[in-house]
């Protein structure tokens, strides 16, 4: 069975266009737009970031240049996002189209495949954990661990229009440096958390109760039917200020994930990321996934 498999931060273009709303009073350029998301991701002096960790659902849109299709998933992911003592943490849980397990401790990477009774174990200590790993120099590991230094990797402007159609700011980030999985990534940046980083208010920590956050417009899919109704995008809690991410490839495959119910800062121990194979299901290492069985 063809699987496809997108590691974030993962993704289709989103409709991006001059809004019709009012301009908010307060004024926001592109370097604030930026400052909001590394301010929200790298660590102060006490070593943690304001965003040490996220839980969200998610969707996910996949565009085939090649055949011309879209496949389309939803599921949940969990991400502890690196530190000084601890590598990048992840685990994605894919309901749609099809059951899936994507998790890795920043030593083992698991995918798992229930359908088939099947894991694939691979070793990734070598790009968290190798000796002279520079986070600031190698970017071209996966894009969750620069979040706090996008300016650094990225040159980056505001994509065509500036806005999505619900006001929200559209970045374009293109690699200083040749990666070899991504040719631009497109970053949809809550406005409401732009204007707070800009009038230096104190973001908070949770959602009032009943106070619904202004959702960005999702483009037009079409059907759903074949994944039921769709999840309202983005997330009430302001401190997360990625609605979506964006991510195209040499050849021209894009893959958008959006985010929604998102819950930050839940202290995820370790044990939250490692994975306990299940009894007779088979393990395969990367090596021998094209050996003759």
């Given at each position: 069975?063809?699987?496809?498999i997108?590691?974030p931060v ?11 709303f009012?301009?908010?009073q307060?004024?926001v ?7 909001t998301?590394?301010?929200s ?7 943690e970031?304001?965003?040490?960790d996220f839980?969200a ?5 996949t565009f085939l240049a090649?055949d011309?299709r ?9 991400v ?5 003592a601890?590598p990048l943490?992840?685990r994605?849980l894919y309901?749609?189209?099809y059951?899936?397990e ?9 995918i798992?495949?229930p ?13 968290y ?5 520079n986070?600031?120099r190698?970017q071209?590991?996966n ?8 300016s650094?990797d ?5 994509a065509?229009g500036?806005y999505?159609?619900a ?12 990666m070899?999985n ?6 949809v940046?809550s406005r ?9 208010k104190?973001?908070?920590?949770s ?7 202004r959702?960005?417009?999702r483009p037009?899919f079409?059907p ?5 109704p ?5 997330g ?8 979506s991410?964006?991510v195209?490839d040499?050849?021209?495959?894009r893959?958008?994930m959006?985010f929604?119910?998102?819950r ?5 121990q370790?044990s939250s990321?490692?994975?306990?194979i299940?009894?007779g299901?088979q ?5 021998e996934l094209?050996?003759?069985?």
């Open positions: 069975m063809k699987r496809y997108v590691l993962v993704l289709l273009l989103l409709n991006v266009c001059v809004p019709s009012a301009v908010p307060v004024k350029g592109l370097n604030d737009v930026i400052a998301v590394e301010s991701f790298k660590a102060g002096k006490s070593g970031a304001p965003i040490a839980m659902d998610f969707f996910q849109s090649k011309r879209e496949m389309r998933g939803d599921g949940q992911i969990s502890k996002l690196p530190n000084a601890s943490m992840y994605f309901y749609r189209p059951q899936q994507i998790v890795s401790d920043g030593n083992s990477l698991w798992y495949h359908e088939n009774r099947e894991v694939i174990l691979s070793d990734v200590s070598f790009i954990n190798r000796p002279g790993f986070p600031d190698d071209a590991v894009f969750l661990q620069g979040l706090g230094r996008i650094k990225f040159q980056i402007n505001f065509a500036m999505d159609s006001g929200n700011y559209v970045l374009e980030l293109t690699p200083r440096r040749s070899l991504t040719r631009r990534i497109l970053l940046v409401d958390s732009a204007i707070s980083f800009v009038t230096q104190k973001p908070q920590t959602t009032p109760a009943g106070i619904p956050a959702p960005p417009s037009n079409g759903a039917e074949q994944f039921g769709l999840p309202p995008i983005g009430a809690s302001d401190p997360f200020p990625l609605l991410t964006t195209e040499q050849e021209g495959n893959t958008t959006e929604t119910n998102i930050i800062n839940n202290r995820f370790q990321f490692s994975f306990l299940p009894p299901v393990v395969v290492k990367p090596s094209n050996q003759p069985r």
